[in-house]
């Protein structure tokens, strides 16, 4: 059985498979040596986001061996060895086992989203000029999506830009200034998440969440995400720095991605929480930057 082992940590013993089960359901994956229980929920938002009821209770239960059946997560819990986990949801709370009374502790699987600097990586994703006339509020997006990246200047906090096939819809816009860039990056694939933006990330010490806009919602960025909380990282969608060519499928797109555990937010909600505290010494810059280019665009209203 996977035991707990204070002081592991991911990263320090590779990967180890785990066969992550819901409902009549076994699906086979791995997470890093180390993984506790926030990586273990990621992975099983990424592989059952689609058929867990967020509004539910749920348990997470490991198999052991030594009593052949499925037993509580035991407190301080990390993988270090190949284990069988199940996603239990609970029908009840309170529980009478001989003639005693028992309160069952549940969990109720949701993201806290927490941000720090130090932490965060901001993903800006196929801001292109041929993709101007076709995507809806194109115009506000970029205006926001450059008030991200000045943010992200101010704050040091790391940027990763990919390209879809700039080679056939152009660069990134010249509106969006990609100084400082961690990595610009042209791509194929639809997800950014490349073998050269993997190991970017992993060079950047500490990094638990990912701030992602761009185009489009329901392609690309969708598909960026549920790639990303499979690798156990914690997605903030901006959702007024993300648009489709169609309204429905941005909605559906964000609507989706929500159900998984993913934070759907806006950028003022992202550059102050960063901020965290008017005392900050970045806090001026940051509110008259928030001030001087908020757009008014509606698009907020179709989520």
Not at 160 to 175: A, D, H, M, N, R
Request: aromatic share 8%; net charge neutral; charged share 20%.
């Amino acid at each position: 059985m996977a035991a707990a082992e204070p002081g592991a940590g991911p990263g320090g013993g590779g990967s180890v498979p785990v066969l992550f089960c819901f409902s009549v359901f076994a699906r086979p994956s791995s997470v890093p040596h180390g993984a506790g229980y926030e990586l273990l929920i990621q992975k099983f938002l990424s592989l059952y986001g689609d058929q867990i009821d967020m509004h539910r209770k749920f348990v997470v239960q490991l198999f052991a061996e030594e009593w052949s059946q499925y037993i509580d997560l035991p407190k301080g819990f990390l993988v270090s060895e190949r284990c069988k986990v199940r996603l239990v949801p609970l029908q009840i709370q309170d529980v009478h086992c001989h003639g005693k009374h028992y309160l069952y502790f549940f969990f109720q699987i949701t993201t806290l989203g927490n941000l720090t600097p130090s932490s965060t990586v901001f993903f800006c994703c196929d801001m292109q000029e041929r993709f101007r006339p076709a995507i809806k509020y194109f115009g506000d997006i970029i205006s926001v999506g450059q008030r991200l990246l000045q943010g992200a200047r101010l704050l040091g906090i790391p940027v990763i830009v990919t390209e879809q096939y700039p080679k056939g819809l152009g660069s990134t816009v010249q509106e969006i200034d990609l100084t400082g860039a961690k990595l610009v990056l042209p791509k194929t694939k639809f997800s950014m998440v490349l073998p050269e933006v993997e190991a970017a990330l992993a060079e950047i010490p500490g990094v638990r969440s990912i701030v992602l806009f761009g185009v489009e919602t329901h392609v690309c960025i969708q598909q960026t995400a549920l790639e990303l909380i499979g690798r156990g990282l914690e997605v903030h969608i901006v959702a007024d720095a993300t648009s489709s060519r169609s309204m429905m499928d941005r909605m559906f797109a964000l609507e989706r991605l929500a159900r998984t555990g993913i934070i759907v937010t806006t950028s003022e909600a992202i550059l102050l929480q960063l901020v965290a505290d008017k005392e900050h010494p970045k806090f001026k810059e940051i509110q008259n930057l928030i001030k001087a280019s908020a757009p008014e665009s509606g698009l907020l209203s179709k989520v």
